[in-house]
Protein backbone atom coordinates (compact mmCIF):
# COMPACT_ATOMS: atom_id res chain seq x y z
CA UNK A 1 0.00 0.00 0.00
CA UNK A 2 1.32 3.23 -1.14
CA UNK A 3 1.64 6.20 1.85
CA UNK A 4 0.89 9.79 0.76
CA UNK A 5 1.36 11.33 3.84
CA UNK A 6 -0.86 11.77 7.10
CA UNK A 7 -3.49 14.24 5.00
CA UNK A 8 -4.50 11.75 2.56
CA UNK A 9 -3.39 8.17 4.41
CA UNK A 10 -3.10 5.31 1.92
CA UNK A 11 -3.52 5.48 -1.60
CA UNK A 12 -6.79 3.40 -2.06
CA UNK A 13 -8.66 4.85 0.65
CA UNK A 14 -7.76 7.81 -0.60
CA UNK A 15 -8.89 7.26 -4.01
CA UNK A 16 -12.45 5.91 -2.36
CA UNK A 17 -13.44 8.86 -0.55
CA UNK A 18 -12.59 10.75 -3.67
CA UNK A 19 -15.16 8.30 -5.48
CA UNK A 20 -17.48 8.98 -2.37
CA UNK A 21 -17.25 12.95 -2.24
CA UNK A 22 -17.81 11.98 -6.20
CA UNK A 23 -20.54 10.16 -6.58
CA UNK A 24 -22.50 10.71 -3.01
CA UNK A 25 -24.59 12.93 -1.46
CA UNK A 26 -23.60 15.42 1.66
CA UNK A 27 -26.13 14.70 4.59
CA UNK A 28 -26.71 16.60 7.16
CA UNK A 29 -26.09 14.24 10.31
CA UNK A 30 -28.78 15.87 12.64
CA UNK A 31 -31.04 14.64 9.54
CA UNK A 32 -29.34 11.09 9.65
CA UNK A 33 -28.10 10.37 13.46
CA UNK A 34 -28.02 6.69 12.52
CA UNK A 35 -24.99 7.51 10.62
CA UNK A 36 -22.88 8.98 13.09
CA UNK A 37 -20.39 6.86 14.35
CA UNK A 38 -16.77 6.02 15.28
CA UNK A 39 -14.05 5.83 11.98
CA UNK A 40 -10.63 4.85 12.09
CA UNK A 41 -7.67 7.47 11.88
CA UNK A 42 -6.02 7.45 9.01
CA UNK A 43 -3.05 4.09 9.44
CA UNK A 44 -6.17 2.00 10.27
CA UNK A 45 -8.12 0.27 12.72
CA UNK A 46 -6.07 -1.77 14.62
CA UNK A 47 -6.54 -4.15 17.54
CA UNK A 48 -6.92 -1.47 19.78
CA UNK A 49 -9.45 0.65 17.94
CA UNK A 50 -12.45 -0.33 20.84
CA UNK A 51 -9.99 0.60 23.78
CA UNK A 52 -9.26 3.99 22.19
CA UNK A 53 -12.63 4.83 21.16
CA UNK A 54 -13.60 4.22 24.88
CA UNK A 55 -10.81 5.67 26.32
CA UNK A 56 -11.51 8.97 23.49
CA UNK A 57 -15.58 8.78 24.39
CA UNK A 58 -15.08 8.47 28.14
CA UNK A 59 -16.53 4.68 28.45
CA UNK A 60 -15.52 1.30 29.64
CA UNK A 61 -15.09 -1.45 27.74
CA UNK A 62 -16.47 -4.91 29.30
CA UNK A 63 -15.06 -7.86 28.35
CA UNK A 64 -16.93 -10.22 31.09
CA UNK A 65 -19.73 -11.76 31.68
CA UNK A 66 -23.15 -11.68 29.21
CA UNK A 67 -23.16 -8.12 26.91
CA UNK A 68 -25.34 -6.53 24.20
CA UNK A 69 -24.91 -3.46 21.82
CA UNK A 70 -27.79 -2.27 23.96
CA UNK A 71 -29.19 -2.69 27.71
CA UNK A 72 -32.70 -2.11 26.80
CA UNK A 73 -34.03 -2.75 23.02
CA UNK A 74 -36.80 -0.37 23.51
CA UNK A 75 -34.55 2.65 23.17
CA UNK A 76 -34.92 2.20 19.69
CA UNK A 77 -38.53 3.02 19.75
CA UNK A 78 -39.96 5.54 17.54
CA UNK A 79 -42.71 6.89 15.57
CA UNK A 80 -42.36 4.34 12.53
CA UNK A 81 -40.19 1.81 14.85
CA UNK A 82 -41.93 -0.61 17.31
CA UNK A 83 -39.08 -2.82 19.24
CA UNK A 84 -42.60 -4.86 20.74
CA UNK A 85 -42.43 -6.17 16.58
CA UNK A 86 -39.24 -7.05 16.25
CA UNK A 87 -38.59 -11.04 16.32
CA UNK A 88 -37.27 -11.86 19.65
CA UNK A 89 -34.13 -13.43 18.05
CA UNK A 90 -32.61 -10.48 17.15
CA UNK A 91 -33.83 -8.21 20.70
CA UNK A 92 -31.75 -11.05 22.26
CA UNK A 93 -28.34 -9.98 19.39
CA UNK A 94 -29.12 -6.47 20.28
CA UNK A 95 -28.94 -6.89 24.25
CA UNK A 96 -26.94 -10.16 24.65
CA UNK A 97 -24.32 -9.48 21.84
CA UNK A 98 -21.82 -11.83 23.75
CA UNK A 99 -23.98 -14.87 22.80
CA UNK A 100 -23.30 -14.65 19.44
CA UNK A 101 -20.49 -15.99 17.06
CA UNK A 102 -20.13 -12.97 14.57
CA UNK A 103 -17.79 -13.90 11.40
CA UNK A 104 -17.47 -10.90 8.94
CA UNK A 105 -14.71 -10.31 6.12
CA UNK A 106 -14.35 -7.69 3.49
CA UNK A 107 -12.85 -8.62 0.08
CA UNK A 108 -12.65 -6.92 -3.26
CA UNK A 109 -13.93 -8.60 -6.80
CA UNK A 110 -12.60 -6.08 -9.03
CA UNK A 111 -14.41 -3.55 -11.22
CA UNK A 112 -17.84 -5.84 -10.67
CA UNK A 113 -17.25 -4.07 -7.59
CA UNK A 114 -18.11 -0.67 -8.83
CA UNK A 115 -21.05 -1.26 -9.83
CA UNK A 116 -22.64 -3.14 -6.70
CA UNK A 117 -21.01 -0.17 -4.76
CA UNK A 118 -23.04 2.37 -6.34
CA UNK A 119 -26.35 0.16 -4.75
CA UNK A 120 -27.42 1.53 -1.55
CA UNK A 121 -25.47 -0.33 1.23
CA UNK A 122 -26.35 1.26 4.59
CA UNK A 123 -29.71 0.71 6.69
CA UNK A 124 -31.27 2.76 9.56
CA UNK A 125 -31.48 0.61 12.47
CA UNK A 126 -35.48 0.00 11.78
CA UNK A 127 -34.82 -1.59 8.70
CA UNK A 128 -31.54 -3.38 10.04
CA UNK A 129 -32.75 -4.57 13.45
CA UNK A 130 -35.31 -7.03 11.38
CA UNK A 131 -33.06 -9.02 10.06
CA UNK A 132 -34.32 -12.72 11.19
CA UNK A 133 -30.79 -14.39 9.88
CA UNK A 134 -28.69 -14.13 13.12
CA UNK A 135 -29.32 -16.75 16.05
CA UNK A 136 -27.62 -17.57 18.88
CA UNK A 137 -24.35 -20.13 18.37
CA UNK A 138 -25.18 -19.91 14.90
CA UNK A 139 -21.77 -20.87 12.85
CA UNK A 140 -22.26 -18.67 9.71
CA UNK A 141 -21.15 -20.20 6.63
CA UNK A 142 -18.35 -18.49 4.58
CA UNK A 143 -19.94 -18.02 0.67
CA UNK A 144 -17.02 -18.83 -1.61
CA UNK A 145 -17.19 -17.35 -5.66
CA UNK A 146 -19.59 -19.60 -7.82
CA UNK A 147 -21.10 -21.01 -4.85
CA UNK A 148 -25.03 -21.74 -5.88
CA UNK A 149 -26.43 -21.49 -2.46
CA UNK A 150 -25.13 -17.86 -2.92
Not at 53 to 77: H, K, M, P, S, T
Request: with cysteine; aromatic share 10%; net charge neutral.
Amino acid sequence: MLWLGEPRGYLSDWLTQLWVRATGQRMDIAQVPWLDGPTGDRRGIGRNFFTDLAEREGLVVIREGRRGLLRDFNALAAPDFDPQAVDQTVVAFYTHTSDFDLDAWAEWRGVSSIRSASRPTIQPPSTAAQCPAIRPGHKPRRYERGDPAR
